[in-house]
């Protein structure tokens, strides 16, 4: 039997943090998706689309509330 890790709200904002996107640690998933694609707005943050991209492929494996906050704010800013 294989067991996955789950991606959780530490997990996700510790891969922005790896991006050198600035997130309050205390920052809920909402909060740190909405961040990353404000940043990401202001100047692109390179690797932020392929982490999208690799998250969205891993959806399964996601919290809701990880996946929720990356189709409500980082989808749209990685277009």
Known sequence: MMIADLIDE???????????????????PDTCARLAAQQHACR????????VAGLEAQAG??????????ARHLRPAVG
């Open 61 to 70: 494996v996601m919290l809701p509330e990880v996946r929720e906050a990356l």
């Open 10 to 28: 530490q997990d996700f904002r510790e891969r922005l943090l790896a991006l050198g996107i600035d997130v309050p640690s205390n920052a809920d």
């Open 44 to 51: 692109a943050v390179p690797g932020l689309p392929a982490l």
